[in-house]
């Protein structure tokens, strides 16, 4: 069983932070060798919750939940402890010699352009819960956090008593939904997102055939105050180049077409790509 480090359920006192980040409330589990930290927190963009695992050798792993994946977490969560709770003693002690996974879910967070992943699963150690963060492209090592299976109940009863006290509904903007282009053997993916700073475009090219060696999916942003200019030069080219003998092809002349964001492959993304984050 894990063991709380205080046995004092209320908040910390709020404290701020570098960044401008607020500290809402902190609490620690002791499970096995390993000291997990849940951490709600507060910045211009919103309340978070950041989940820590800190092991034997001092290295630390961390997912950031915005309030409303951690509340999707919780869902999840609630789900695997019922069934862990079926298992017998010999279902729960039982050991694989590879990874296994038992049961699985996920959710996207479109306006973060994130994706998590949650894993019941056991190995050579035992039964485990893995918490995995990604973003929807191919460049950002994946985050993630593992707690022993004996531990999920007091992850979730102290996820389920902090979303309580410090869960907060933003509502969020309705977004376009994405547009393609198809060019010779890629395809434009043009996708609006929302954050705290604002709108901002994302144009990103993927080969038709991503099955290539060295397949990268390649992006860039642009913040909503430039896209009349950017609008602008496009026009300039245009009649620039107005070539009689070799016409600009109008919209909907070539694959062009709208979609969901579900489009975005299951990868990891630059942080440095995406304004829309709750870090530290």
Known sequence: MADHETEDPAPCASSETSAGVVELDSRCLNIQSKKFHLDVKQNSAGRFLKVAELNMSGNKNKIIFDMKSAKNLLDVLTDFVELYATMGPQERNSKSRRSMP?????????????????????????????????????????????FPAQ??????????????????????????????????????????????????????????????????????????????????????????????????????????????KSHLPDEEEDSNENPADFEE
């Open 102 to 146: 038992i049961k699985s879910a996920s959710f996207k967070r479109i306006p973060y352009d994130r994706i998590y992943h949650v894993d019941f699963g056991e190995n050579d150690k035992g039964k485990y819960l893995k918490l995995t963060c990604a973003s929807p492209n191919m460049q950002r090592m994946k985050q993630a956090v593992v």
């Open 151 to 260: 531990g999920m109940v007091d992850f979730r009863d102290t996820l389920k008593e902090l979303l309580q006290r410090y869960y907060v509904d933003e509502s969020e903007p309705e977004l376009p939904e994405s547009r393609r282009l198809r060019v010779d053997n890629k395809m434009i993916f043009m996708d609006i997102f929302h954050n705290n700073r604002g709108y901002y475009l994302k144009l990103s090219e993927v080969p038709r055939n991503q099955n290539v060696g060295n397949y990268r999916r390649q992006s860039i942003t642009f913040p909503r105050r430039f896209w009349t200019r950017l609008r602008d030069s496009i026009d300039e080219f245009i009649n620039e180049l107005n070539d009689p003998d070799e016409p600009y092809v109008e919209s909907g002349e070539e694959d062009s077409s709208t979609m969901s």
